[in-house]
């Protein structure tokens, strides 16, 4: 693949410092970078301004209820099949175990080690993806990311003896059960980390927000951002939906699964939608579940994260569900000179209860979110139990779930920080230095290739990817609204 990559040029490419940047988006990366930027000293003069539609000021507005960087808890884990990104992992890691000070990261609850249960199946591997899989890495299945991630997690431990102790290989489905503790599971080889836990993703972004506004550096803008504002080939603001203009000499589009309403991405990264489930539980069951660890089921997605106020949640890393959309208006296209086409007005974007209060999830996903849930927690009183919440997270998936953080090959002073392929939450701590560096034309060597603007892919569309790096589950290629019209979709989706 050839790269039009910026962060691939050499490094005697001189970088001099914008006089402002826009950062669209205040999730993971946009407020990561904000923080990175207001505390490097190349950024002392420059102005940073972060838009979002969520108004930080209002309290309970923030983050927006149906961002993908909220609600009650993601998965904080090094285990990871890719060495770059399992090491990254554990630099976060020890920003999450500090909890000395109130004003540590993982104090006050935001972090809870309570350990992650990984297991594989060899089972054969999901269906193949389509044409947009051609071309890529051969496609891992879930047991081969089981037992990579296995092989980085030991190496990254065996530097202290206290955290190597702290794995156990769980060769089968009786030692699968005994670390799971709640009597239920049955895949055929895993292994525990309890040097892996779980965040609670709306505490931790007020952290990060409380830490960007220390510094007084950062204008925050309240609105929505309905297209970028251009001269000639130089990208130069962002337009609100009320007529607003905001302008500055570098912007950088980080709006999750929402950015290809604004930059068309050539296919590099698309919305997809996942499937999560919320289960009341009584304050004996949460107790009885106390000691119990994370649990992902990389054959099929499916995990489930400890109780915390008595709910449970149980959610699917899949495919996810496509929502194709015709733009009233055609995002920023890949180049000034590109020709106004179909693909580059018809992409998937989130669709939420925010702005659709009927939404439901397909039967299809709660059905799936059921399952997991009998064979990991197999208690007759949770059987039938309805869900008192479901909810439908975006992802901005790649085909490789590689970020795509880089200037854009083709447009001046724009740059991108998009694709986070529903694993970027983890690297909260440690995401806007990276950025940062990025931004300085200084990529980390080791993700230069893999956060970099590729060209185009093979089969280009704005509307599907599958992403195949062996961690998800379910059916590739689900169209949302076909799901939706299959069946009587069980719960409202509240977020
Ligand atoms: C992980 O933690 C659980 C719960 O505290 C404990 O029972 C188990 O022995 C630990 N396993 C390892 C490998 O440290
Ligand atoms: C993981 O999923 C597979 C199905 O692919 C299943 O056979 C296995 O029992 C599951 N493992 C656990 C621990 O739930």
Redesign the pocket.
């Known amino acids: 693949m050839t790269s039009a990559s910026s962060c691939s040029r050499p490094s005697s490419s001189p970088f001099s410092p914008p006089s402002s940047i826009l950062i669209i988006g205040s999730g993971v990366f946009g407020l990561g970078t904000a923080l990175a930027l207001a505390r490097r000293d190349a950024f002392a003069q420059c102005s940073i301004t972060v838009v979002d539609r969520s108004d930080p000021s209002q309290s309970g507005a923030f983050p927006s209820p149906d961002a993908a960087s909220v609600d009650t808890s993601r998965i904080i884990r090094a285990d990871y099949a890719d060495p770059a990104y399992a090491a990254l992992a554990d630099e976060a890691q020890v920003e999450w175990r500090k909890q000395g000070k109130p004003t540590d990261l993982g104090a006050e609850g935001r972090y809870n080690e309570a350990g992650l249960l990984l ?1 594989g ?1 060899a ?1 054969p591997p999901a269906p193949a993806a389509g044409p947009a899989g051609e071309g890529l890495k051969p496609k891992l299945t879930g047991m081969d990311y089981a037992r990579m991630s296995w092989a980085n997690v030991l190496s990254l431990a065996s530097k202290d003896p206290e955290l190597a102790a702290r794995v156990r290989e769980l060769p089968n489905p009786d030692a ?1 059960r005994d670390a ?1 503790g709640t009597g ?4 055929s080889w ?1 292994y525990i980390n309890n040097n892996s836990g779980w965040a609670n993703a709306a505490a931790s972004m007020a952290w990060l927000l409380g830490q960007v506004r220390r510094t007084g550096r950062v204008n925050f803008v309240a609105g929505t951002v309905v297209s970028l504002e251009h001269s000639e080939n130089t990208v130069t603001g962002a337009k609100l939906d009320d007529g607003r203009v905001l302008s500055a000499d570098l912007v950088m589009v980080a709006a999750g699964a929402w950015t290809g309403g604004l930059v068309d991405l050539g296919g590099q990264a698309v919305a997809t939608g996942q499937v999560l489930g919320y289960l009341d539980l009584t304050e004996a069951e949460q107790e009885k579940l106390a000691k119990m660890p994370v ?1 992902l ?1 990389l ?2 997605g499916l995990f489930i994260i400890p109780p915390k106020d008595r709910v449970l949640k149980i959610a699917r890393h899949a495919y996810g569900y496509i929502n194709p959309v015709t733009l009233g208006s055609a995002p920023l296209p890949l180049s000034p000179e590109s020709p106004r086409t179909e693909a580059s007005v018809s992409v998937s974007l989130p669709r939420t209860s925010v702005t659709d209060p009927s939404l439901s999830i397909p039967a299809e996903g709660a059905a799936d979110l059921r399952c ?1 849930l009998r ?2 927690i197999p208690w007759p009183e949770l059987y039938d139990r309805p869900f008192s919440k479901t909810r439908l997270c975006w992802y901005s998936d790649t085909a490789t779930a590689d970020f795509l953080i880089d200037y854009h090959p083709n447009w001046k002073s724009l740059f991108v920080a998009t694709g986070d392929s529903g694993h970027a939450f983890k690297f909260l701590p440690v995401i806007g230095e990276k950025i940062t560096d990025c931004i300085m034309r200084n990529c980390p060597p080791e993700f230069k290739d893999k956060w970099n603007w590729k060209s185009t892919t093979p089969a280009r569309s704005g509307t599907t990817v599958f992403t195949e790096d062996g961690s998800r589950g379910g059916m590739p290629g689900l169209v949302l609204a076909d799901e939706l019209a299959k069946a009587e979709a069980v719960v409202p989706a509240t977020a």
Request: overall charge negative; aromatic content about 0%.
């Open positions: 297991v199946d089972a699968i799971l239920g599971s049955s895949g895993g649990i089921n054959s099929t997991a064979e990991m």
